[in-house]
T-cell receptor, first 113, second 111 residues
């Protein structure tokens, strides 16, 4: 039981390049989330998927797209990376809407130069 | 949307003393308030949570209090130890599916 697995752990991109961050959970959770973490700003929600087949925007969705591939997997895509997207990205999952806490992945540290 | 404010942003305490972190939220519909601890370079981990139908919850050296009327909740750590040094985040749920987080408090426990 691995919990929430994110890949890659580190990535350096040039401005304008694209990439996809992968996230998978093996806990049969319904809801999945992508957050970014920047110094002094806490965790800000990019996109979330309340259940398989649905996705919704969070606080900071511009420049990102997501895909809920199946119940286990939720990917985040940067189509044209910008230096402002340099951040640590966390994927998280939650069992259902009865207010159980999130389980976070180990994070992806992304640098855009 | 929900706005969660967290204070202080940094907190330095002597080992053995208590630490208190306070958060306020704006959306009166929020009914779930978790606290996460993040050690350097690690993922956030849930340490305690409280629901709106209770005013206080305790788990060993940590406790959380909630005042729904005033829309604020607090984390209390007693008898602090060096391993309590970390960043702590509060959060509130503006709906059933997502959490809004505070900006975090960096706690340093001095030996």
């Amino acid at each position: 039981n691995a919990g929430v697995t994110q890949t890659p752990k580190f990535q350096v991109l040039k401005t304008g390049q694209s990439m996809t961050l992968q996230c998978a959970q093996d806990m049969n959770h319904n809801s999945m989330y992508w957050y970014r973490q920047d110094p002094g700003m806490g965790l800000r929600l990019i996109y979330y998927s309340a259940s398989e087949g649905t996705t919704d925007k969070g606080e900071v969705p511009n420049g990102y797209n997501v895909s809920r591939l199946n119940k286990r997997e939720f990917s985040l895509r940067l189509e044209s990376a910008a230096p402002s997207q340099t951040s640590v990205y966390f994927c998280a999952s939650r069992r259902d809407s009865t207010n159980y806490g999130y389980t976070f992945g180990s994070g992806t540290r992304l640098t855009v130069v | 949307g929900e706005n969660v404010e967290q204070h202080p942003s940094t907190l330095s305490v002597q080992e053995g003393d208590s630490a208190v972190i306070k958060c306020t939220y704006s959306d009166s519909a929020s009914n779930y308030f978790p606290w996460y601890k993040q050690e350097l370079g690690k993922r956030p981990q849930l340490i305690i949570d409280i629901r709106s139908n209770v005013g206080e919850k305790k788990d060993q050296r940590i406790a959380v209090t909630l005042n729904k009327t005033a829309k604020h909740f607090s984390l209390h750590i007693t008898e602090t130890q060096p391993e309590d040094s970390a960043v702590y985040f509060c959060a509130a749920n503006p709906n059933d599916y997502k959490l809004s987080f505070g900006a975090g408090t960096t706690v340093t426990v001095r030996a």
